[in-house]
């Protein structure tokens, strides 16, 4: 398909165990975003890349989570040692280019919903 | 920093009338974007409409329009005629430069509408 697309959609863990978030932008869109989204802290920003570089890790919770991205499209999220407080769904979004003076909409995944128990 | 307030959590509609989703920000940037998302059950979040800070017209698509009044920092969501299928939940966002070449979006906590026969 055209759109982000992101796996698994569903993953459900033990707590202390890691896991790793997949993210398939759109081709050729150069940035990318990870946001959280819990029910008690709503949609938060994670990190940011634009190619392989994450020039914005400013909203990453702690030093469990960890990302990288690849050939400047797939992106991989990493949670070490997950917490309870970890669960949540995880949303990845695309846009064309980082530019932030115009139109330059951000297209979103439809999400990892984690489980940890 | 960047703020989003959306004060109505929750809201019921009569099918077929307008509905206005309210959304205040606070930025010092002279420079941002302001955006509507809708994200249904299924948990996809959907790109609805988009005012930049420096647009003169308020924004509209289809069904969709904005009503921006800079002075006041407040960016409604406007739809009229409202259908069954605009039940969800309604995010507003703001995108501005972190200052490391980002432009993630800040959101506020969201408006549950539902629309009634």
Request: overall charge neutral; charged content about 15%; aromatic content about 12%.
């Amino acid at each position: 398909g055209a759109g982000v697309s992101q796996s698994p959609s569903n993953k459900v863990t033990e707590k202390g165990k890691d896991v790793e978030l997949r993210c398939d932008p759109i081709s050729g869109h150069t940035a990318l975003y990870w946001y959280r989204q819990s029910l008690g802290q709503g949609l938060e920003f994670l990190i940011y890349f634009q190619g392989n570089s994450a020039p914005d890790k400013s909203g990453l919770p702690s030093d469990r989570f960890s990302a990288e991205r690849t050939g400047g499209s797939v992106s991989t999220l990493t949670i070490q040692r997950t917490q309870q407080e970890d669960s949540a769904v995880y949303l990845c979004a695309s846009s064309l280019t980082s530019a932030g003076f115009s139109y330059n909409e951000q297209f979103f995944g439809p999400g990892t919903r984690l489980t940890v128990l | 920093a960047q703020k989003i307030t959306q004060t109505q959590p929750g809201m019921f509609m009569q099918e077929k009338e307008a509905v206005t989703l309210d959304c205040t920000y606070d930025t010092s940037d002279p420079s941002y974007g302001l955006f509507w998302y809708k994200q249904p059950s299924s948990g996809e979040m959907i790109f609805l409409i988009y005012q930049g800070s420096y647009d003169q017209q308020n924004a509209t698509e289809g069904r969709y329009s904005l009503n921006f009044q800079k002075a006041r920092k407040s960016a409604n969501l406007v739809i009229s005629a409202s259908q069954l299928g605009d039940s969800a939940m309604y995010f507003c966002a703001m995108r501005t430069n972190s200052g490391a070449g980002s432009y993630q979006l800040t959101f506020g906590k969201g408006t549950k509408l539902s629309v009634i026969p």
